[in-house]
């Protein structure tokens, strides 16, 4: 039997802050879904700095979260860390810290396990606790998306 | 050669929390402009808990912050168990205690090596210190990842806890699981604490030697080191019941804007590690005051630049308390309590002494346990007008000082206050190749 790597799926976003949530809502649903056994759910919300426990641990990470790419609401793009631009605002704040700052730490701490990220285009962010009507209707393809890639890799994992 | 004229914008200081934009303009002297400018957010925040069930409500507010989710909760619960008249048996009272000091041990860690250390070993971040200094991150990281577990333990999760309930805790750990946070505390937080309190007594030196007297308040109680029990006490000799904060402090909005400061008799005042170890130094744990004593700590301490010091002090009180708790959970033999909540119209008051300083969560419910009226009160809002008197009070004993000093020393200053934004979002931005 191969030994197949454990994947983190961390839902990340303030889901005070609309689609800055999405993150939270795309792994609160996928809890609903069938899942592969070597998949582990994360709603990691706003944890920033609080989270390199979890990422240090992690043999593999999936984080999804709310990217602005100049898409149409609700597009999606699977999105190395290499991509991520470093953060705008204050680097290494601990508030609200963003994932790829948390990320950078990571690099330099100790050896971060393999990542991707699925990165999503939100319509709008601001403070409200439900998602914009364009991504409400998205969610489940979003979740649908994740879920496809989880059983896909599982498959490939387990040599099926 | 004494300056005349200092123009400082700066767009975010870097290692704050949140955004914060500091503007100093002076001429001939006399200080024209002094502002530092942060995002006031709870407002959003308030309309949100509107309407929402009495269950509902700390898991909301949790949100608020990932680095204060523990401290929101708190304030949450209390405020909805004042309202409710609500008791909690001591064995929730220990694992909230618990739960409490791991929030601050993270965050004041967080605060001291990463945001805090890097300025006093001349490094621009934490980051060159791993090459310069890796005993001192390898140290961060370890007690970074035990505060981490302790919220695990008693929250349930990594982050925003979902454990904690009104009257009580929907969760309770294991006996192994408090043998091994005692094994933890004992044989590597300890040790890593007083090698913590070593490396900031070697450089409490470098801090500005800045002093400006100011008013204070925290909370206090006759039993304990105050955290979310007890009552509002100011250095000006006024104590108040929590639900009874607005006798000692007033929002009024600044700068024909619709920013709100909030002010003490008229006066600014501050919160946080220095207000809470100046009022409440005799209840520190005797290791921790041991600990001041090392860090040449005296209080009352003037001095805005020694809140990372009174955060050290505090770590090593939150440490050897934790043992204690653990120890007591452990001689009464952890067992599951079912909260028990009866509803009622009313209103209630949490305070609880969060890493930053004193929140406050103010709710009003009505008879079926929803919501009506709330207001809450983030210690960033408190202190923003004591830092700006400080910078104030700064900036003219350093017009001998180039430019580039002034902004780095104020930026350290405001660093020291650990402001925080809440409502900060923390989108992506990817770069397609």
């Keep these: 039997m191969t030994q197949t790597a454990r994947l983190t799926v961390l839902g990340l976003g303030n889901e005070l802050m609309g689609d800055d949530g999405i993150g939270v809502y795309v792994v609160r649903a996928l809890g609903e879904q069938a899942l592969p056994d070597d998949v582990e759910l994360i709603d990691a919300g706003a944890g920033g700095l609080n989270l390199l426990n979890v990422i240090e641990r992690a043999e593999a990470i999936l984080a999804i979260d709310a990217a602005d790419m100049n898409m149409l609401p609700g597009s999606f793009r699977w999105v190395s860390p290499e991509q991520l631009r470093d953060s705008k605002s204050p680097i290494f704040s601990l508030h609200n810290t963003s994932f790829v700052e948390t990320l950078r730490l990571a690099e330099r701490f100790f050896a971060r396990p393999p990542t991707t990220i699925f990165a999503i285009q939100p319509a709008s962010v601001e403070p409200r606790m439900h998602l914009s009507p364009a991504l409400a209707r998205k969610l489940p393809a979003l979740v649908h998306a994740v879920c496809d890639s989880l059983w896909q890799r599982h498959r490939a994992q387990s040599g099926r | ?433």
């Design chain 2, 1 to 433: 050669m004494i300056r005349e004229s200092v123009n400082i914008n700066v767009q975010h200081v870097t290692r704050v929390e949140g955004h914060g934009n500091i503007k100093v303009r002076a001429n001939n002297g006399e200080i024209e402009q002094c502002e530092l400018q942060i995002v006031e957010s709870p407002r959003f925040f308030e309309s949100m808990l509107i309407g929402r069930r009495w269950f509902d409500v700390h898991h909301i507010t949790c949100r608020i912050c990932g680095i204060c989710s523990v401290g929101h909760t708190t304030a949450s619960l209390c405020a909805t168990e004042a309202a409710f008249g609500l008791t909690i048996s001591k064995q929730s009272l220990l694992l909230r205690d618990l739960i409490f000091y791991g929030e601050q041990l993270q965050s004041h860690l967080l605060h001291v090596y990463f945001l805090a250390a890097p300025d006093l070993l001349n490094a621009g971040s934490v980051i060159p210190l791993v090459k310069t200094h890796p005993d001192v991150v390898a140290r961060a990281l370890r007690l970074k990842k035990f505060a981490n577990f302790v919220c695990e333990v008693v929250g349930g999760r990594h982050v925003h806890p979902i454990s904690l309930w009104p009257g009580g805790l929907k969760h309770c750990p294991t006996e192994a699981q408090l043998l091994e946070l005692k094994r933890q505390l004992e044989q590597q937080v300890l040790p890593d604490m007083d090698a913590t309190v070593d490396l900031f007594a070697e450089l409490a030196p470098k801090l500005p030697g800045f002093e400006r007297p100011a008013a204070y308040m925290a909370l206090k109680d006759p039993t304990r080191y105050a955290w979310f029990t007890g009552e509002l006490v100011t250095s000006t000799g006024q104590q108040v019941s929590v639900d009874k904060y607005l006798d000692v402090m007033e929002e009024r909005v600044v700068r024909d804007t619709t920013v709100k400061h909030v002010f003490h008799n008229g006066e600014s005042f501050y919160v946080g590690a220095r207000a809470r170890v100046n009022t409440n130094y005799d209840q520190l744990h005797p290791r921790a005051r041991a600990a001041a004593e090392k860090l040449g700590y005296a209080v009352p301490n003037h001095n805005p630049f020694a809140n990372n010091a009174a955060q050290v002090i505090e770590c090593v009180h939150c440490a050897s308390e934790a043992v204690n708790a653990v120890d007591q959970l452990l001689s009464m033999g952890p067992k599951y309590q079912e909260p028990r909540v009866a509803v009622r119209a009313g209103r209630g008051v949490g305070i609880a002494e969060v890493p930053r300083g004193t929140l406050v969560h103010d709710y009003t419910y009505d008879e079926n346990g929803n919501v009506v009226d709330d207001n809450l009160i983030i210690p960033t809002t408190m202190n923003v007008e004591n830092c700006e008197q400080d910078m104030r009070a700064l900036v003219p004993q350093m017009m001998d000082r180039s430019q580039e000093e002034i902004t780095a020393a104020l930026e350290i200053l405001v660093r020291a206050y650990d402001p925080c934004i809440s409502c900060s979002v923390h989108m992506l931005d990817v770069e397609f190749v």
